[in-house]
């Protein structure tokens, strides 16, 4: 699927061209919890408005498709915030594809009981 970010829900879940996507793989603070705010305002800065191209896994998870996006220029938005330290690797789904862009800041965040 490819498409401009219409909306974006917090620093693991954006919408394109309306459609909710939920990054696979990613554990990332709430918005309620330390670091969702500054999380969402990362993604808003640098993904809002912007084309993306994500592949979808075929799952949903409430209203969200599952899946990986990538910037225009090929990048992981997974990857890069989990390296911009604003969450976490979350190994039960990634299968610990993400763990090399951890920090050991990021790793002192929470890890949600659903990644282990």
């Known amino acids: ?9 917090d620093a693991d879940t954006i919408e394109v061209r309306g459609v909710p996507i939920r990054f696979d793989g990613v554990d990332a603070p709430e918005l309620d919890e330390p670091g969702g705010a500054e999380g969402k305002k990362w993604m808003v800065s ?3 408005g912007k084309m993306v191209r994500c592949v979808l ?10 899946g990986t996006c990538f910037g225009s220029k090929g990048e992981n938005l997974s ?3 989990i390296a ?3 969450a976490r690797d979350c190994p039960r789904y990634s299968k610990g594809r993400y763990k090399k862009y951890e920090t050991s800041l990021s790793r002192s965040r929470p890890m949600k009981p659903y990644c282990r």
């Open 79 to 81: 990857a890069g915030v």
């Open 46 to 48: 640098n993904y809002s």
């Open 1 to 9: 699927m490819k498409g401009q970010v219409t909306h974006v829900r």
């Open 84 to 86: 911009a330290v604003l």
């Open 57 to 66: 896994t075929g799952a949903k998870t409430y209203d969200r498709w599952v």
